[in-house]
T-cell receptor
Framework: GESVGLHLPTLSVQEGDNSIINCAYS??????FIWYKQESGKGPQFIID?????DKRQGQRVTVLLNKTVKHLSLQIAATQPGDSAVYFC????????????FGQGTRLTINP | GAVVSQHPSWVICKSGTSVKIECRSL??????MFWYRQFPKQSLMLMAT?????????EQGVEKDKFLINHASLTLSTLTVTSAHPEDSSFYIC??????????FGSGTQLSVL
């Protein structure tokens, strides 16, 4: 079956530093990718998205990079803050089938003061 | 975006009882809502797609008679966990789909079955 996975389950960075969270996906037919942030006991919160016809998209302090050649997605968070501590999930939707959102494993990001 | 309200935030129940979880789309008429389950330190797993006015579509391995879904209006979907058992303890999350692929999530319901 199709799956979306993450390289690292945990990541710790110093406050103020930049962080990079990686994600590998296996469905080459996926055309839309989303990063979500989930704080403890809460539902996922949309961060940023990217379509397959793009390789980079920037938001406020966040950048998503897409490398379709190696089926790799990354989320860069600049100048990390304590409030960035959370679990981050990548998710994909395939243009085939029922277009259901498939979540990756998740990476726990911890910002150290 | 869409504002999604989920209730209750947490519930504790005895084994064998049934629990109903509500998901409301406060500012968007949602013909489709999704129900996810999340075990500790794991990702979200789609349980079913709730369709307004029709039967829900369940994912493989999800018992439709155990997890009853009702989507009677464009703003409300309910998930009822029937005859709950300790293994049903989990974090249940609903989501609303607005424009293509954009999902907005409720705050989740932590279910603990004793």
């Amino acid at each position: 079956g199709e799956s979306v996975g993450l390289h690292l389950p945990t990541l710790s960075v110093q406050e103020g530093d930049n962080s990079i969270i990686n994600c590998a996906y296996s469905n080459s037919a996926s055309d839309y990718f989303i990063w979500y942030k989930q704080e403890s006991g809460k539902g996922p919160q949309f961060i940023i998205d990217i379509r397959s016809n793009m390789d980079k998209r920037q938001g406020q302090r966040v950048t998503v990079l897409l490398n379709k050649t190696v089926k790799h997605l990354s989320l860069q968070i600049a100048a990390t803050q304590p409030g960035d501590s959370a679990v981050y999930f990548c998710a994909e939707i395939s243009i085939q089938g029922a277009q259901k959102l498939v979540f990756g494993q998740g990476t726990r990001l911890t910002i150290n003061p | 975006g869409a504002v999604v309200s989920q209730h209750p935030s947490w519930v504790i129940c005895k084994s064998g009882t049934s629990v109903k979880i509500e998901c409301r789309s406060l500012d968007f008429q949602a013909t489709t809502m999704f129900w996810y389950r999340q075990f500790p330190k794991q990702s979200l797993m789609l349980m079913a797609t709730s369709n307004e006015g029709s039967k829900a579509t369940y994912e493989q391995g999800v018992e439709k008679d155990k997890f009853l879904i009702n989507h009677a209006s464009l703003t409300l979907s309910t998930l009822t966990v029937t005859s709950a058992h300790p293994e049903d303890s989990s974090f249940y999350i609903c989501s609303v789909q607005t424009v293509r692929e954009k999902l907005f999530f409720g705050s989740g319901t932590q279910l603990s079955v004793l």
